[in-house]
């Protein structure tokens, strides 16, 4: 671009103007040229960069120790503490055994009597044995219940003389499904397909098509929906079971539906998530919902008084408005956002990560996070936790603070770094919460993990056709996961849940099929 020297001002004061004004646009450009190169670096580590959010061994996790401590040595004077990583010695891998609880089928690989003779002419003793193991399989075995009903009548009277039918049967046992082929171990099995393998139901129908037997998709959907308004009196149980524990973690994410009366297709509805109950019985509640709005959270929480714990959505901020609710905040979600402040950061001339804010946030976080590690290997008591966070937490977490009040108005806002240096200064008093009570956790990562098992089935099977099969995989992944939870074999338990369930009929019948409550003699399984 070339200028008109004759449109020049003439005077000193308005070339001066012009020349600040020049300033200021070539700073606002070169503020947006670095906002889009992070968006590009970004993007780029989304695409092609590694997946966790763990960095390299070398590049930001070992270099930012020491430059938390060089931050707070230009405040203070003193001299960086310098940090030894202790060796290490190299342990070569071994096999691990196989569980004690598989049949075994002994294999005898013996000399003959030939080899057996010595060549001086005398028997060989036996004097030992080597013995290995080797994992086999054998695939599904499917079997047809042939059940046999005998019929009976009196030849002498035909019925007549008795107010009781002529012909007397057996009444066929209760079943989950009446009038269908589908028996527990089936529904157990093709649910356990769809919901812990996260295999689409028309792969389980192609799976049995193998083996010779047909069943249709819509047939699988259509037990999976009836099975979950059957257990909809376990599911009553579980969330009242989980709105009596000391804390309750919430999380939600995406779902489409495809034929939602009055949306679109491509609507975005969500799957939401409740986990609670004791530490030793946790629950988990899936519900399917059309909205993210908090209302949804605000609706299942009306009655609880205790800890919720979150990540940033606004649709949470409610909870610091009702008595009896403490909202805890998430570290996790502020160590992402400063991964993603690493993962921003261009390269040097020489080709290597740059360093900064990010590192020294994440050595922040690092140390927070190894406190809560020594205390579990110490396996120390609830108290002694909450001791040992106020004790050597808090004294981090006030140097934290006080560095991201001085980085915050030095950095642009919309910046990567702006970004997460705003967010943490948001959720401040959320993310001291847990120093309080060492029945807390600093994160929100059992909700997390607990919705993953959703998140990675979605990408399978990729939407559901109707509410109805949303609101029927929300109640049968919250029986799943909830038994995943407490420890069971989800295979197992579904088939002992669907072999007892039609019989239940009081309270305290439904409470003893409960995931979290089942006595687990019970469930026999080989």
């Not at 037997?213 to 009553?236: D, G, H, I, N, Y």
């Not at 004791?278 to 959270?297: D, F, L, N």
């Amino acid at each position: 671009m070339r200028f008109d020297a004759a449109q020049l001002p003439d005077t000193v004061e308005a070339l001066q103007s012009l020349v600040i004004d020049f300033a200021e646009l070539r700073q606002n450009y070169e503020t947006e040229i670095s906002l889009l190169k992070e968006e590009i670096s970004i993007l780029k580590h989304r695409l092609f960069g590694r997946k966790s959010e763990k960095l390299p061994v070398g590049t930001g996790q070992l270099l930012l120790f020491n430059e938390a401590e060089a931050a707070h040595a230009e405040d203070s004077g003193v001299a960086p503490e310098k940090i030894a990583v202790p060796g290490h010695e190299r342990r070569r891998g071994c096999r691990k055994p196989l569980p004690d609880n598989l049949p075994r089928v002994e294999a005898l690989h013996d000399l003959t009597e030939e080899q057996k003779q010595c060549a001086c002419g005398e028997q060989k003793s036996r004097i030992g044995e080597e013995v290995s193991e080797q994992l086999d399989i054998i695939p599904p075995k499917i079997q047809v219940i042939h059940h046999i009903r005998p019929k009976y009548v009196c030849k002498k009277c035909e019925g007549v003389a008795a107010d009781e039918p002529a012909v007397s049967i057996a009444p066929m046992p209760e079943q989950m499904i009446p009038k269908s082929i589908a028996t527990p171990g089936l529904l157990a099995w093709s649910l356990t397909g769809k919901f812990v393998d996260a295999l689409p139901f028309y792969r389980i129908e192609h799976i049995l098509k193998r083996y010779g037997v047909e069943v249709s998709r819509q047939t699988l959907c259509c037990w999976a929906v009836k099975v979950a308004e059957l257990c909809r009196p376990l599911l009553e149980l579980m969330e009242e079971d989980i709105l009596q524990g000391f804390q309750i973690n919430a999380d939600e994410t995406t779902l489409q539906v495809l034929q939602e009366p009055g949306r679109e297709a491509t609507t975005r509805s969500y799957m939401w998530l409740f986990r609670g109950g004791t530490g030793q019985r946790p629950v988990i509640i899936y519900q399917y919902h059309e909205t993210r709005s908090g209302q949804v959270a605000k609706e299942f929480l009306k009655n609880y008084a205790g800890y919720v714990q979150t990540d940033g959505y606004l649709g949470y901020d409610f909870l610091e408005q009702i008595e009896g609710i403490t909202h805890l905040g998430c570290w996790a979600h502020v160590r992402r956002k400063f991964v993603e402040v690493v993962n921003a950061v261009g390269k040097d001339k020489d080709g290597k990560k740059k360093t900064g804010s990010g590192e020294v946030a994440l050595d922040y976080i690092g140390k927070l996070y190894l406190i809560e590690k020594e205390c579990a290997e110490r396996k120390l008591s609830f108290e002694q936790i909450a001791r040992e966070r106020q004790i050597r937490a808090g004294p981090i977490l006030e140097q934290f603070k006080a560095w991201l009040d001085k980085r915050s108005p030095q950095v642009p806002p919309g910046s990567t770094v702006g970004k997460a240096i705003s967010y943490t200064l948001g959720q401040w008093e959320r993310l001291t919460v847990h120093l309080r009570d060492g029945r807390l956790r600093p994160d929100n990562n059992l909700a997390e993990n607990a919705i993953r098992p959703f998140v990675l089935g979605r990408k399978n099977w990729l939407f559901a056709a109707t509410p109805d099969g949303a609101h029927a995989s929300a109640a049968i992944y919250s029986i799943i996961e909830t038994a995943k939870a407490n420890g069971l074999e989800p295979y197992w338990y579904l088939r002992y849940l669907f072999e007892r369930l039609p019989k239940a009929k009081t309270t305290e019948e439904y409470k003893a099929l409960l995931p979290h409550c089942v006595d687990r003699s019970q469930i026999n399984r080989p």
